[in-house]
């Protein structure tokens, strides 16, 4: 036998191997994460069926108008920990679909489908409108088609750095690539490694909630929740931008909150967004953090409770 049939035969029993080793491995992290995920922490609030499938919702305090906490995308209602505990009378965070403690919703995931089951998601719960509508990112997608779908239930919507759905090429080329990162995610949530491994993996952003929580709130399901809402980000911006006229809010009180040290395009976008409401201003924080509700937390509440 020749040296290099040699060599290759070697090649082929280690890469055999080690592909044995990596499934035996993958195998193992399953079963401890199958095991491990029976000592997860109890659903904070409770599950509420909402057509075929029921969604998480914590609700705090008592008074009106109720506020809802709507979180970005990858992230769920441990993302408003410090928020709710900060703000007084009633307080909503939940999980859209398949994020966190929520179970998974039909397809496709875009925003429009999102509000209509946080629509529902309230009136199941027993929570009487109107509402200030709290979303961060992606999250104000959402609240803004709410708005736009419900005004008589909306009373105020405070906007934290949200997504801009005039960025179609930008959402159009990062949908691929955040599929991508989140199936990693959701595959190495699968086995085990978020539950060893939180720290490296748990955004550095996240609450004491969420890093408690971590196995469940960057979970599988999660990571899923997220992949699907990426893959649909575009046609949420086409739903979005489908609502946006002069005066679409009228006077109904607006506050858009962005971090400090934003290209003019993010600036002009926030003004055009206030503009919408004849009640409308942007606020600046002091943070170039894109969660200012973690970085300066008692700006948001403040923003909120203009509103409320």
């Known amino acids: 036998m020749s040296k290099r049939a040699v060599v290759a035969r070697v090649l082929r029993r280690v890469v055999a191997w080690c592909a044995a080793v990596v499934v035996l491995a993958a195998l193992a992290g399953f079963c401890y994460e199958s095991v491990a995920r029976q000592g997860d922490p109890p659903v904070p609030g409770r599950l509420v069926a909402v057509g075929g499938h029921r969604l998480h919702v914590h609700c705090t305090g008592a008074g009106a108008p109720t506020v809802?906490?709507?979180?970005?995308?990858?992230?769920?209602?441990?993302?408003?920990?410090?928020?709710?505990?900060?703000?007084?009378?009633?307080?909503c965070a939940y999980d859209r679909a398949g994020y966190a403690w929520s179970?998974?919703?039909?397809?496709?995931?875009?925003?429009?489908?999102?509000?209509?089951e946080l629509r529902a998601l309230l009136a199941a719960a027993g929570e009487a409108g109107p509402y200030v509508l709290v979303?961060?990112?992606?999250?104000?997608?959402?609240?803004?088609?709410?708005?736009?779908?419900?005004?008589?239930?909306?009373?105020?919507?405070v906007l934290i750095d949200v997504t801009d759905e005039n960025a179609?090429?930008?959402?159009?080329?990062?949908?691929?690539?955040?599929?991508?990162?989140?199936?990693?995610?959701?595959?190495?949530?699968?086995?085990?490694v978020l539950r060893l491994f939180g720290?490296?993996?748990v955004p550095a952003e996240a609450?004491?909630?969420?890093?408690?929580?971590?196995?469940?709130?960057?979970?599988?399901?999660?990571?899923?929740?997220?992949r699907a809402e990426a893959w649909a980000a575009a046609d949420s911006a086409?739903?979005?931008?489908?609502?946006?006229?002069?005066?679409?809010?009228?006077?109904?009180?607006?506050?858009?909150?962005?971090?400090?040290?934003?290209?003019?395009?993010?600036?002009?976008?926030?003004?055009?967004?206030?503009?919408?409401?004849?009640?409308?201003?942007?606020?600046?924080?002091?943070?170039?953090d894109h969660y200012v509700q973690h970085a300066q937390p008692d700006l948001v509440i403040d923003a909120i409770g203009s509103v409320r």
């Not at 179970?103 to 209509?116: F, N, Q, Y």
């Open 68 to 91: 809802v906490l709507e979180a970005g995308l990858a992230e769920s209602s441990a993302s408003w920990e410090v928020i709710q505990r900060g703000l007084p009378g009633r307080v």
């Open 103 to 116: 179970e998974d919703g039909p397809a496709p995931r875009t925003a429009d489908r999102a509000a209509a």
């Open 135 to 157: 979303g961060h990112s992606y999250g104000g997608t959402i609240v803004r088609l709410f708005a736009h779908h419900w005004p008589a239930l909306t009373a105020g919507l």
């Open 168 to 192: 179609t090429e930008a959402l159009q080329v990062s949908r691929p690539l955040l599929a991508a990162q989140f199936t990693v995610n959701q595959v190495l949530a699968r086995v085990g």
């Open 199 to 201: 720290d490296a993996l």
């Open 207 to 226: 609450t004491a909630a969420a890093r408690a929580s971590a196995p469940v709130v960057y979970g599988a399901g999660s990571m899923g929740a997220a």
């Open 238 to 288: 086409a739903q979005v931008r489908a609502t946006v006229r002069p005066g679409a809010w009228g006077e109904l009180p607006v506050v858009v909150v962005i971090p400090s040290g934003q290209p003019a395009t993010a600036v002009d976008q926030a003004g055009r967004l206030a503009a919408l409401s004849s009640r409308g201003r942007v606020v600046v924080a002091g943070t170039t």
